[in-house]
């Protein structure tokens, strides 16, 4: 039986636990995929290189109503799927390498799954551990339609790797993964469905945002809401039948209803380890789960399954794994986040629905980007920032973007709510560089 100081499961975050600190320890990781986890390999990174080559398509689709004579004449999508990952895999392959390359780490290329009290069993091999990572992450969520499994469908592990550029491409689902591949897809020449079972897309983004984006993505594309798939067939094409009693054909679907933690794989239970709602492991402040000496970071333990969430979890748990007597908190109280859709989609703090579910008293602005000057020169007419702030303490407790630059426009309000700043302070405070972006800002924080 092997044994070892840290065992490490997973090596997408979790491989960043490793550091300086730990040199003089046995560690070891487990990890049956690639280096990297979900953000390097099918997630984040490819997703936004992609992202980043369907705006550039965009762009010359839409220039010429400003004067600007471009024209978009499809696209080299082996070219763009190639050197995307033609730069990915390397790094991948290069991480794998370094840590076999390290005397105090073990790599067991196979899934872990407890045993027993810290005991696993990895690729047949029994492994113990003083201390335990868990960092396994999450997986997509396929549901149970008839006749799906025998259809070869993707989901965003696979579909950003086809060899070909999908001529048309349906979408199951109305979240973030759903609306960027939409995107992307769409962008670059794909001709795009979207089925939708809830009336709004984005259910967890504040309602406004929901809106906006809703009428943009009927505007610019096929959007089927309040629809469900009830079976699929494929024969060379697909054949979905549909709950308004219609037949779409499509010769490619993206199932992206969601995401669900590995908890289940790793048989959590056999070990002590609590999960709660949806499969995700409980931890307390310290991410220290309900097993002695086992912790948990990442998707598999945070819903919001976020990378910037996962890596400052993973920087605690490191802490934490070297100074017992000096235990850090993981701090949640600010978690950002983006949609890399067209336009894009920026936020932090609460949505007004739940300041209003909670009888929260809260102050309102809202302004449009065509009110700025960039704005104004960009003809953007569907672009706006929502602005929540306490009447009491003028502190900003939620903001919220869509349109060009938004996932960057809401860093400097995340700033200013993580050092405590009045919405009075962030606004007069400093100077606004004009005529740029940031002017939005100003000027709703002026109004509030």
């Not at 048989?267 to 991410?287: I, P, S």
């Amino acid at each position: 039986m092997a044994h070892h100081d840290l065992l490490i499961i997973g090596a997408g975050s979790g491989n960043s636990v490793i550091g300086p600190e730990h040199d003089g320890w046995d560690i070891a990781i487990a990890e049956p995929w690639l280096f990297g986890g979900t953000c390097m390999n099918r997630g984040c990174i490819p997703s936004k290189m992609l992202v980043h080559a369907a705006d550039l398509a965009m762009s010359a689709r839409l220039a010429p109503a400003l004067g600007v004579h471009t024209t978009f004449d499809g696209v080299d999508w082996p070219s763009i799927r190639d050197r995307i990952f033609g730069r990915i895999d390397p790094i991948a392959d290069a991480g794998l390498a370094y840590r076999h390359s390290l005397d105090n780490v073990t790599v067991y290329e196979s899934e872990a799954h407890f045993t027993g009290n810290r005991t696993f069993d990895i690729g047949g091999q029994s492994v113990t551990a003083d201390q335990v990572v868990l960092a396994a992450g999450a997986r997509s969520v396929v549901p149970e339609l008839h006749g799906l499994v025998d259809t070869p469908f993707h989901t965003s592990d696979t579909i950003m790797r086809v060899d070909t550029l999908p001529e048309h491409l349906v979408v199951l689902g109305g979240g973030f993964i759903a609306l960027e591949m939409a995107h992307v897809f769409h962008g670059l020449g794909s001709r795009v469905t979207i089925l939708h079972r809830g009336d709004l897309l984005l259910r967890r983004a504040d309602e406004d945002i929901r809106r906006r984006i809703t009428d943009i993505y009927a505007d610019r594309l096929d959007l089927r809401l309040g629809t469900e798939v009830e079976r699929a067939q494929h024969d060379g094409r697909f054949r979905l039948d549909l709950s308004d009693g219609s037949q779409l054909e499509a010769d490619t679907l993206l199932v992206a209803t969601g995401r669900r933690p590995n908890s289940d794989r790793l048989h959590v239970d056999a070990g002590g380890v609590e999960v709660g709602r949806g499969g995700y492991v409980t931890t307390d402040e310290f991410l220290r789960t309900s097993a002695d000496g086992v912790w948990a970071l990442g998707d598999i333990t945070n819903p919001a399954q976020l990378k910037h969430t996962a890596n400052a979890e993973a920087r605690v748990v490191a802490h934490n794994l070297t100074a017992p007597g000096d235990l850090r908190p993981i701090d949640r109280s600010l978690t950002p986040a983006a949609v890399f859709c067209h336009p894009q989609i920026g936020s932090v703090g609460s949505t007004e629905a739940e300041l209003l579910a909670e009888g929260r008293p809260f102050l309102r602005s809202v302004r449009d980007y065509s009110d700025t000057a960039y704005g104004w020169a960009m003809e953007d007419t569907t672009g706006f920032v929502k602005l929540l702030a306490d009447p009491d303490t003028r502190l900003l407790i939620g903001a919220h973007l869509i349109g060009p630059q938004a996932a960057t426009l809401v860093q400097q309000l995340i700033q200013g709510m993580a050092h405590g700043l009045t919405v009075d302070q962030m606004a007069r405070g400093q100077l606004y560089i004009h005529p740029a972006m940031p002017e939005l800002l100003e000027q709703a924080l002026l109004e509030l």
